[in-house]
């Protein structure tokens, strides 16, 4: 896949993001790379998380959420698995956004499975 087609997949994804969520995101950027710094990672939230900003925070660099290319395509056998792993990925991140630590968004992805599983009927 091209980056820009992988840009794409990333912009088509984020409406994994449920609107009453969506806007509550601000000073928060989504960029891409082809790899990450440190291996096993498939995206990384960096910046202070909702739960701790002040009045101030509006008037600093924004937060970034990365979204690494090349994780990605190695991990996934095919174009649906491909979107539904980038679909996880924001998933995650966005909750670090939120103030989630690593073991609270753990706990909410196996959540939000168990009712997808539960909505498709398996």
């Not at 998380?49 to 925070?57: F, L, M």
């Not at 991140?93 to 398996?122: N, P, S």
């Amino acid at each position: 896949m091209t980056p820009r087609e992988f840009d794409q997949l990333v912009e088509e994804c984020m409406e994994i993001i449920p609107p009453r969520f969506r806007r509550q995101l601000s000073n928060l950027v989504f960029l891409v790379e082809p790899e990450p710094r440190e291996p096993g990672l498939l995206g990384l939230y960096e910046g202070r998380p909702r739960t701790e900003r002040t009045s101030g925070h509006a008037f600093s660099m924004p937060d970034r959420i990365t979204i690494y290319q090349g994780p990605h395509e190695r991990l996934a056998h095919g174009d649906a698995e491909l979107r539904q792993l980038v679909e996880e990925t924001i998933w995650h991140e966005v909750a670090h956004y939120f103030g989630l630590d690593e073991q609270q968004v753990l706990r909410a992805e196996r959540r939000r499975r168990q009712r997808l599983r539960r909505l498709r009927g398996l």
